[in-house]
Nanobody, 124 residues
Framework: QVQLVESGGGSAQAGGSLRLSCEVSGYNFNCISWFRQQPGKGRGAVAILRSGDRSTDYADSVKGRFTISRNMYTVYLQMNNLKPEDTAMYYC?????????????????????WGQGTQVTVSS
């Protein structure tokens, strides 16, 4: 049974840091992503990791501030220099994918497995 379980959300001040974790069990996916859904908006990918070569891709809004990484069965999203606009529900998602389709351009409908989400709130 595939399960993705997020943890690590919470509140932070602008300029602060948080680290999210996603424990993946039940299958070894080659494409793991972090999505977020900001208030009043749809869900969009902010960071992806291709397990085969450990390459990554980031949305422009988080480049240089967020880092996705993996250690065994846990995928992390280190979020530094947080901004109020980073306030969102964050989800990890997984799929089996080609290298090219494992990118932040891939929509949520391409992902089969999702975690339950973890809230991040950044105050100014």
């Amino acid at each position: 049974q595939v399960q993705l379980v997020e943890s690590g959300g919470g509140s932070a001040q602008a300029g602060g840091s948080l680290r999210l974790s996603c424990e993946v069990s039940g299958y070894n996916f080659n494409c793991i992503s972090w999505f977020r859904q900001q208030p009043g908006k749809g869900r969009g990918a902010v960071a992806i990791l291709r397990s085969g070569d450990r390459s990554t891709d980031y949305a422009d809004s988080v480049k240089g501030r967020f880092t996705i990484s993996r250690n065994m069965y846990t995928v992390y999203l280190q979020m530094n220099n947080l901004k109020p606009e980073d306030t969102a529900m964050y989800y990890c998602a997984a799929k089996s994918s080609t290298w090219e389709r494992c990118s932040t351009d891939s929509g949520e409908d391409e992902y089969t497995y999702w975690g339950q989400g973890t809230q991040v709130t950044v105050s100014s």
